[in-house]
């Protein structure tokens, strides 16, 4: 089941508020996600993949973004 907009907000507000902070907090100066919230989305749809396959062929993907970047690190 995909969560609506409210759900998703009603969510952030909620990681918000434990934080300490503002839902704002989550997101750049123009509105888009931060770098650790994109990481958060992608670990999260990860770990519903079921097939094994799946999962390679999206690690595969991302491993070819990085290689046609010219990024081979980790880091940022």
């Keep these: 089941m995909t969560e609506n907009l409210s759900d998703k907000s009603r969510i952030l507000m909620s990681i918000a508020d434990a934080l300490g902070t503002e839902p704002s907090a989550f ?30 062929t999206c ?12 990024t081979t690190d980790s880091g940022a």
């Design 27 to 56: 997101f750049t100066g123009d509105g888009l996600p931060t770098r650790s919230l994109e990481t958060q989305e992608l670990l999260s749809a990860f770990a519903r993949i079921r097939d094994p396959k799946d999962r390679r």
């Design 59 to 70: 690690i595969d993907f991302v491993n070819s973004v990085l290689a046609r970047q010219g």
